[in-house]
């Protein structure tokens, strides 16, 4: 596998793992609600690090897709 094929992989995991965690996410919700308070500030449950987790890997599908095509973030 070539490294930019590696790449690619890596970033469609990262974004199939994203839609799972969005549609456990709106789940979630849809059968307890959320408040403004348990989606910013929970600590424990599906929410407790989800926001931390989702944000670090949408970076990294950023940073990859860049690294793909040879273009530069900053």
Do not use: C, P
């Amino acid at each position: 596998m070539t490294d930019i094929a590696a790449l690619k992989q890596e970033k469609q995991e990262l974004i199939d793992k994203m839609l799972e965690m969005q549609k456990k996410f709106i789940d979630f919700e849809h059968e307890n609600g959320v408040s403004g308070k348990d989606y910013w500030a929970s600590t424990d449950g599906l929410l407790a690090d989800y926001r931390q987790e989702y944000q670090e890997m949408a970076t990294r599908v950023v940073d990859l897709a860049h690294e793909i095509v040879g273009s530069a973030r900053f």
